[in-house]
């Protein structure tokens, strides 16, 4: 059984940074990749960045050059750091965990809002 859980979520003006933490409940060494996705109602879940276990990130088109993915493997934390956030940024921002064997593990979720 895994949990992850999210932090770090709120409410921003646009134009403002918020850091999201997701903590893993075992080693993120044994997972291939984690990553953060996100989902506005009525619209399918998308990938926000993702990192591999070799250190290797994937962004989105939409984020990319404001949003940057890092983990603590000490702490088994995987961060987003948000800045330059944009109004069409908000969503619910979800944690995700790819087993070897590709099994996906998801957390609950953590809402952010972004004003203009």
């Known amino acids: 059984q895994v949990q992850l859980v999210e932090s770090g979520g709120g409410l921003v003006q646009a134009g403002g940074s918020l850091r999201l933490s997701c903590a893993a409940s075992?080693?993120?060494?044994?997972?291939?990749?984690m990553g953060w996705y996100r989902q506005v109602p009525g619209k399918q879940r998308e990938l926000v960045a993702r990192?591999?276990?070799?250190?290797?990130?994937n962004y989105a088109d939409s984020v990319k050059g404001r949003f940057t993915i890092s983990k603590d493997d000490a702490k088994n934390t995987v961060y987003l750091q948000m800045n330059s956030l944009k109004p069409e940024d908000t969503a619910v921002y979800y944690c995700?965990?790819?087993?070897?064997?590709?099994?996906?593990?998801w957390g609950q979720g953590t809402q952010v809002t972004v004003s203009s």
């Open positions: 990192i591999i276990s070799g250190g290797n990130t």
């Open positions: 075992r080693n993120i060494f044994s997972f291939n990749a």
């Open positions: 995700n965990a790819q087993s070897y064997s590709f099994y996906g593990y």
